[in-house]
């Protein structure tokens, strides 16, 4: 499945900052970074409900906010690009 990942962490301390930085880091094990806080996920049902879980576990409910967008491929399809940081296919093979 294709999942677009959003969130917004409350950094107004150090807690927080390291909040943000666990969260983009378990976004960095599924997906690419399209912007500072937006991820574009490929996982199969059991690493989404895995990743899901560990999301929900760092961020601080009061505080922070996570939101999920699923996509279909016919969504993707009409998804746009434009401007700087070309845009990554993330269920395409990568080579470096």
Request: glycine content about 4%.
């Amino acid at each position: 499945m294709f999942i677009l990942i959003t969130y917004d962490v409350c950094t107004a301390d150090a807690a927080g900052r390291k909040r943000l930085r666990r969260v983009a880091k378990l976004c960095v094990d599924y997906g690419v970074r399209v912007q500072n806080s937006v991820f574009e996920c490929q996982a199969d049902a059991a690493q989404w409900r895995m990743l899901k879980a560990r999301l929900l576990k760092e961020i601080d409910e009061k505080q922070d906010s996570l939101r999920f967008y699923f996509l279909n491929d016919s969504q993707r399809a009409k998804a746009e690009h434009h401007g700087a940081k070309k845009a990554i296919a993330v269920d395409e093979p990568l080579i470096l």
